[in-house]
């Protein structure tokens, strides 16, 4: 039997989606499904699917019913499961808005909670289609030492010198490795056709991200930075190479951070393929661990319906 589904399709950065309205979980598509609604030719086409469904609907979410009225269920191109997606959760708050399904409060520009399968997250509308997500607690994975060592992996990127290069990782919810490069011709020139292999390979995969340092920004002429500025591309787990990742956003950040050591900016500027994103760095976090929050875009572009073949 096929069924007939309604679908709106969003991006933030050009990180894009097809988003699903199913508030009482009655639809609960397969990685098939899922990977063939993704598929740019044979489907509709996205970098994910963006499932809202009630918490009190979903048992994956039921434990977060009493904070957050909304569970964002994410998954990956090719049909697997992520715990989290930095764009996907502004846009899914935009698409709760277009829907009809935001909670009054919010839309005055008060914090709102959405579980996720990182827990739950809570996000500002900062003005039209402009959203901040308090993106929750991040950690080196490799903790104290990888920040004395630099890194605690060795990622081979197809296209460049075939040296490995030192690489650290970041858990934000979802798992991160990222790798400095040098300059913009060397960005440009990584083959990221193909997934990165990483050593040690990470237990359940990892997107991977290229960073490139721009010059920090000093606003106020004093001599030190306050807003830093990278450039990054990235590899997501699941999805290959995309235009932008807002979670790799915020590990791109805080791996340079560390890197640069105590007295780098808490503010970031991040330059994507499809846009720009800011990352800005909780109060308190060490160069270790702590909270961060992600701001940038979400758009809503179409809405159509779709059958889901049997
Ligand atoms: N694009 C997302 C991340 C989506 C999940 C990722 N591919 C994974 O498997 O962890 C973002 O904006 O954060």
């Known amino acids: ?38 598929d740019r030719r ?12 009630r918490t009190a609907a979903e048992p994956a979410a039921a434990q977060w019913a009493g904070e957050a009225e909304w569970f964002m269920d994410y998954r990956n191109a090719d ?90 990782s970041v858990d934000l919810g979802n798992p991160h490795t990222v790798v400095a490069l040098p300059d913009d011709g060397e960005l440009s020139a990584a083959d990221l056709t193909s997934a990165p292999r990483v050593e040690p390979a990470p237990p359940h995969g990892t997107n991977v991200e290229l960073v490139v340092p721009v010059d920090a920004i000093d606003v106020n002429g004093d001599g030190d930075p306050d807003i830093g500025d990278v450039s990054m591309r990235v590899h997501e787990r699941g999805s290959g190479e995309t235009r932008s990742c807002g979670t790799g956003a915020c590990a791109a950040v805080l791996a340079t951070r560390a890197w640069a050591g105590e007295g780098a900016p808490g503010v970031w500027r991040v330059r994507v393929p499809g846009g720009r994103l800011v990352v800005t760095v909780g109060a308190g976090s060490s160069l270790t661990e702590g909270t961060v929050w992600l701001s940038g875009p979400a758009r809503l572009v179409a809405t159509g319906t779709v059958t889901i073949p049997a």
């Open 79 to 168: 049909g697997s499961v992520a715990e989290m997606c930095g764009n996907g959760v502004r846009v899914f708050a935009e698409f709760l808005l277009q829907q009809g399904l935001l909670p009054e409060a919010a839309l005055a520009g008060d914090w709102f909670a959405v579980a996720t399968r990182a827990g739950v997250k809570r996000l500002r509308r900062e003005g039209e289609g402009s959203w901040t997500a308090d993106m929750g607690p991040w950690r080196l994975t490799g903790g104290q030492r990888a920040l004395v060592d630099g890194s605690d992996a060795l990622v081979h990127v197809e296209g460049l010198d075939g040296v490995a290069r030192p690489a650290l």
């Open 1 to 38: 039997m096929t069924s007939e589904i309604t679908f709106t399709k969003g991006h933030g950065t050009e990180n894009d989606f097809v988003l699903v309205a199913d508030a009482d979980g009655t639809w609960n598509p397969g990685g098939d499904i899922v990977a063939w609604l993704c």
């Open 42 to 53: 044979a489907g509709i086409g996205a970098d994910g699917l963006v499932r809202a469904v």
